[in-house]
């Protein structure tokens, strides 16, 4: 677990999503790395069918957010299936000098991203079913 005074806030998310993260009791941060901004959940809870427990979860924060969608999440540790069988649509992406695994999961026709609606705290929700749904395949 991270120390809380040693979490870096090297930017604001709308009140209403620092409320969400803090209500969830995972340590966060927001930080800025090449030109992109970035949640990091650490401590983000792993179903007990994958390789680890607990992993930070990493979330590209765009520009034009809230008004535009989050999507996809990073994990690292990268995560494995305990049973062997492979998770599709990987890829590594660095994040300040740590290589993350990228998940290749995006909001579809049917489940839109809805302005107004649609934060952090959805996001989270689908990044918890993503990891379930997984486990289905």
Not at 5 to 33: C, K, M, V, Y
Request: with cysteine.
């Amino acid at each position: 677990m991270q120390n809380p005074a040693q979490l870096r806030r090297q930017f604001h998310l709308p009140e209403e999503d620092e409320a969400a993260l803090n209500r969830r009791g995972l340590p966060w941060e927001t930080i800025s790395d090449s030109g992109s901004n970035w949640l990091l959940v650490h401590d983000f809870p792993i179903p007990s069918a994958y390789n680890i427990q607990k992993a930070t979860a990493a979330i590209m924060i765009t520009a034009s957010y809230p008004d535009a969608p989050l999507d996809m999440v990073y994990f690292c540790p990268a995560l494995a299936l305990n049973s062997g069988q492979a998770i599709n649509c990987l890829a590594p992406q660095v994040i300040c000098g740590t290589t993350y695994q990228r998940w290749s999961r995006h909001r579809t026709y049917q489940n839109p991203w809805r302005v107004g609606e649609d934060n952090i705290e959805s996001h989270l929700m689908l990044i918890e079913h993503w990891l379930e749904r997984e486990l289905k395949s």
